[in-house]
C-alpha cells in the first residue's frame, strides 16, 4: 500500500484560491448592487452585511441569494 505523504499547497493553488475567492467577492458585490440598491456594505470578521435598519440586515449567501435577518435580545434569525 503506498502512502499518499504530505499534501502541501503550491504557488499555483495558492494563485488558484486567490483567484476564486476575488471573482465570489465582484460576483456578490455585484449582486448587492443590484439587489440592495443604497445600502452600504459592513464587513465583519466573516461576512459582509448591508443593513436596512438598526436591526434588520442582509448577507448574501453561498447560493448568490440575498438572505435578511434580524437582530433581537436572544440571537439573529432568519426573516
Keep these: 500500500m503506498k502512502r499518499l505523504g504530505n ?3 503550491t504557488r499555483e493553488s495558492f494563485d488558484c484560491s486567490a483567484e476564486y475567492a ?3 467577492k465582484e460576483n456578490k458585490m455585484r449582486i448587492a448592487k443590484k439587489e440592495l440598491k443604497g445600502l452600504e ?3 465583519s ?3 459582509t452585511r ?3 435598519a438598526d436591526t434588520i440586515y442582509a448577507v448574501i449567501g453561498r ?7 434580524e437582530v433581537r ?7
Design 7 to 9: 499534501v502541501l499547497p
Design 22 to 24: 476575488r471573482r465570489e
Design 41 to 43: 456594505p459592513i464587513e
Design 45 to 47: 470578521d466573516w461576512e
Design 50 to 52: 448591508y443593513y436596512k
Design 63 to 69: 447560493d448568490n441569494k440575498v438572505h435578511w435577518f
Design 73 to 79: 435580545e436572544d440571537g439573529d434569525y432568519r426573516s
